[in-house]
């Protein structure tokens, strides 16, 4: 057996998952400028709420909420999620996929908020994790059949934010939650079918 040149392997950094990568940047930079604007990038772009439809930022908060984050934990949580369920469901799906399911969530936990809870101002990636979480349920879909961990992650999931919703009184939209899983389910289900 020759014996090696010596050399060790090297490891390299690799940008493994563009869309996952720059969703978190970008919630990021958002929060950053929040903490520079004191609280103005959240009130005026980064978080979604009954507005003038004749305001053109309404409709760039419609997306741009899932950005904002109030402080630095509720960033941490829901990156936390989207960073360890993300990358494997852009991968197995692709980016443009993920990118879809991004756009899709925001713009219809943003609408829901706008629409039923106008004093309400919607901020952060929640409804994104919880879309990631149950699409990432839907991988293992063969032949019809439903995996029992989806069926789990409905109930552990989507069952504790319905009880959060009705007997904790927060900060936190239990509905963004639902919705956002909702949406996942739904992308699951599409691409469960495409296979």
Known sequence: MAKGSGHKPTLKISFNSPVVLTFALLCLAALLLNG?????????????????????????????????????????????????????????????????????????????NFIFFPHVALCGASGVAFAFILLSSFTSINDGTIPVTFILIAIIYIGGEIYDGVFVADNISQLTHVIGGIVGAFFGYVIARKH
């Open 36 to 112: 520079f604007t004191g609280g103005a990038a959240n009130r005026y772009v980064f978080s979604v709420y009954r507005s003038s439809l004749l305001d053109p930022l309404t409709y760039i908060r419609f997306f741009g909420h899932v950005l904002g984050h109030a402080n630095w934990a509720h960033y941490i949580g829901n990156m936390t999620l989207i960073l360890l369920v993300g990358p494997l469901l852009e991968e197995k799906y692709g980016w443009s996929f993920i990118l879809q399911c991004i756009l899709v969530t925001a713009f219809v936990t943003g609408l829901i």
